[in-house]
């Protein structure tokens, strides 16, 4: 089964704050990888999938990168409404699916 | 805009059977072209997909859910719903009902609490 790992598990942040978040397979997963976001009491929401293509409707401010076992999701300018769990997905294993533990971004 | 939406009781009795629907408006299961899938997340934890759903009945399941779960679709309902057998307290849960464009769940449902008590 492939793994999946994130680092940090939760940072602190400041509004106008540059984030990364990193994603890590335990395998190879070309990009095969998605980005969910996820508010709490809420559904997580897709903010990128095959690694980089953002999702219609969210903000250019997110963005993805990487492929093969390495990946990062970056906030270019942290809005109050980013606070929020952040998750990865493999999807290289279709069709089993595993997501990763999360990242937590709150307000420092 | 797809809309889906979770039913089901929010107390199940350990040894018991789990039963969820999940409702799909503003799009048609039988259209084809997408997996619907069941995900849950324990209280305060990550997400663990449980298995999806092709409108022709074609399943997959996790396999750490396998001999437990079963999914099935009633596209005269525009429905799909879960099963979960012989639940324990580790099976308590938020439930999610997700719509996937095969790799990635771009529409999912509110959630429903689902927990497991005598």
């Known amino acids: 089964d492939i793994q999946m790992t994130q680092s940090p598990s939760s940072v602190s942040a400041s509004v106008g704050d540059r984030v990364t978040i990193t994603c890590r397979a335990s395998?190879?997963?070309?990009?095969?990888l998605a980005w969910y976001q996820q508010k709490p009491g809420k559904a997580p929401k897709l903010l990128i999938y095959a690694a980089s293509s953002l999702q219609s409707g969210v903000p250019s401010r997110f963005s993805g990168s990487g492929s093969g076992t390495d990946f990062t999701l970056t906030i270019s300018s942290l809005q109050p409404e980013d606070f929020a769990t952040y998750y990865c997905?493999?999807?290289?294993?279709?069709?089993?699916?595993?997501f990763g533990p999360g990242t937590k971004v709150d307000i420092k | 805009q797809v809309q889906l939406q979770e039913s089901g009781p929010g107390l199940v009795k350990p040894s018991q059977t789990l039963s969820l629907t999940c409702t799909v408006s503003?799009?048609?299961?039988?259209?084809?072209?997408?997996?619907w899938s069941w995900i849950r997340q324990h209280p305060g934890k990550g997400l663990e997909w449980i298995g999806y759903?092709?409108?022709?009945?074609?399943?997959y399941y996790n396999p750490s859910l396998k001999s437990r779960v079963t999914i099935s679709v009633d596209t005269s309902k525009n429905q799909f719903s879960l099963k979960l057998s012989s639940v324990t307290a580790a099976d308590t849960a938020v439930y999610y009902c997700?719509?996937?464009?095969?790799?990635?769940?771009?529409?999912w449902g509110q959630g429903t609490l689902v927990t497991v008590s005598s």
């Open positions: 997700a719509r996937a464009q095969v790799h990635y769940f771009d529409y």
């Open positions: 759903i092709y409108y022709s009945g074609s399943t």
């Open positions: 503003g799009g048609s299961i039988s259209s084809g072209g997408y997996y």
């Open positions: 997905q493999q999807a290289n294993s279709f069709p089993l699916f595993t």
């Open positions: 395998q190879g997963i070309s990009s095969w």
